[in-house]
């Protein structure tokens, strides 16, 4: 079992930057895809950046150019860098631990961090 445990949300001003962490119990970790999502109001939860153990990188185009999501695997913790931030980045968002192996999928979740970006 790997819990995660997100921080670093709150509320910002448009323009305004965040810095979201999650930390993982466990230090299989670092053979994990990392991902975050987020999910806002009446909205299906979207994946918007995800990295892989050997640091490749993906973001949502909603977010490329102002995101930037990095691992610490000696931490156990990724992170989630976010620029330029929109009123419409506003959500609730989720640290995701995944692999597939053959004996099945490993898919773990932490409780979210809320983004509220508001004047």
């Known amino acids: 079992q790997v819990q995660l445990v997100e921080s670093g949300g709150g509320l910002v001003q448009p323009g305004g930057s965040l810095r979201l962490s999650c930390a993982a119990s466990?230090?299989?970790?670092?053979?994990?895809?990392m991902r975050w999502y987020r999910q806002a109001p009446g909205k299906q939860r979207e994946l918007v950046a995800s990295i892989t153990s050997g640091a490749t990188t993906n973001y949502a185009d909603s977010v490329k150019g102002r995101f930037t999501i990095s691992r610490e695997n000696a931490e156990n913790t990724v992170y989630l860098k976010m620029n330029s931030l929109k009123s419409e980045d506003t959500a609730v968002y989720y640290c995701?631990?995944?692999?597939?192996?053959?004996?099945?999928?490993?898919?773990?979740w932490g409780q979210g961090t809320q983004v509220t970006v508001s004047s």
């Open positions: 995701n631990a995944f692999k597939r192996l053959p004996a099945g999928v490993f898919d773990y």
């Open positions: 466990r230090s299989i970790f670092s053979t994990y895809v």
